[in-house]
């Protein structure tokens, strides 16, 4: 019942920026976690960055800590994915995924968690 959209994507250098952003339809009760994954051509899908919207507890994947930051607007009803000094091995298909709720994540990057899912956004990083 909760419709993800994501936006922002797009081609950029190696060292760029981009900011994605994920309009959610709704933010219920049941609604705890919220974050971005991403899948590149060829491997599996990778958790890259969560938040757990009632605290702002966030968590990151190694290998974007101190380049991404994952933000809230409770206003909106979005999650944004701020992501600096891009790198190639960066490209990839990004999802913005929300959990419905049910209990706490001891591993809150797990995709496997998470029940509403948006169609994606392309983000490429050339060199």
């Known amino acids: 019942q909760v419709q993800l959209v994501e936006s922002g994507g797009g081609s950029v250098q190696a060292g760029g920026s981009l900011r994605l952003s994920c309009a959610a339809s709704?933010?219920?009760?049941?609604?705890?976690?919220m974050g971005w994954f991403r899948q590149a051509p060829g491997k599996e899908r990778e958790g890259v960055a969560t938040i757990f919207i009632r605290g702002g507890i966030k968590w990151y994947v190694d290998s974007v800590k101190g380049r991404f930051t994952i933000s809230q607007d409770n206003a909106k009803k979005t999650v944004f994915l701020q992501m600096n000094s891009l790198k190639s091995e960066d490209t990839a298909m990004y999802y913005c995924a929300a959990r419905g709720g049910g209990g706490y994540l001891d591993r809150p990057l797990l995709s496997d968690y998470y029940t509403y899912w948006g169609q994606g956004t392309q983000v490429t990083v050339s060199s």
């Open positions: 709704e933010w219920t009760y049941s609604t705890d976690y």
